[in-house]
T-cell receptor
């Protein structure tokens, strides 16, 4: 069974701090790893990673994938209160039925204190 | 950008009744739609994968007779929770895959979710 584990489960930091969120996975037929930000409703897409060692960057957020060690990290620098959310890691793989399937981790709840 | 809508956004129903949730891709065609369930403080769990014009593929442990999925067109999929019980109370989210995205670039567009409360 495909498995995605995120750590920490919860993180509280002060505005301006830098945070690193972790995601490790065990899946068969890996295709990609995705990061999402979930506030009150549905997740919003942040990054998709398919290759090891290539950093993806968007403003203060960046992410990298290690396919050998089966993990990814999401970094947020100079955090702001608007970064408070649940960050979900998901791994796309080919299911036993031959279709693509996303398996989500439990998420990291990030709280930024002003 | 690609927009997915869900209706209703919130529904309360009595135990034993059935509830239908609609998922629509508004500005793109979606050959595949996915239905997820999210319990409080838990992650999204895939319930089923719905391909237009064919039967849905359900994940292990999800009762197909209880959660009826119909994907009649490239822009609409419906999830019907039949004979709902309080334990079915959850946040149901759909997502859709853009027909014209190819290769390894894969992205699902999520709807805003439907909160179901069964009393």
């Amino acid at each position: 069974e495909d498995k995605v584990v995120q750590s920490p489960l919860s993180l509280v930091v002060h505005e301006g701090d830098t945070v690193t969120l972790n995601c490790s996975y065990e899946v068969t037929n890996f295709r990609s790893l995705l990061w999402y930000k979930q506030e009150k409703k549905a997740p919003t897409f942040l990054f998709m990673l398919t290759s090891s060692g290539i950093e993806k960057k968007s403003g203060r957020l960046s992410s990298i994938l290690d396919k050998k060690e089966l993990f990814s990290i999401l970094n947020i620098t100079a955090t702001q209160t608007g970064d408070s959310a649940i960050y979900l890691c998901a791994v796309e793989a080919i299911s036993n039925f031959g279709n693509e399937k996303l398996t989500f981790g439990t998420g990291t709840r990030l709280t930024i204190i002003p | 950008g690609a927009v997915v809508s869900q209706h209703p956004s919130w529904v309360i129903c009595k135990s034993g009744t059935s509830v239908k949730i609609e998922c629509r891709s508004l500005d793109f065609q979606a050959t595949t739609m996915f239905w997820y369930r999210q319990f409080p403080k838990q992650s999204l769990m895939l319930m089923a994968t719905s391909n237009e014009g064919s039967k849905a593929t359900y994940e292990q442990g999800v009762e197909k007779d209880k959660f009826l999925i119909n994907h009649a067109s490239l822009t609409l999929s419906t999830l019907t929770v039949t004979s709902a019980h309080p334990e079915d109370s959850s946040f149901y989210i759909c997502s859709a895959r853009d027909l014209f995205r190819t290769g390894v670039a894969y992205e699902q567009y999520f709807g805003p979710g439907t909160r179901l409360t069964v009393t």
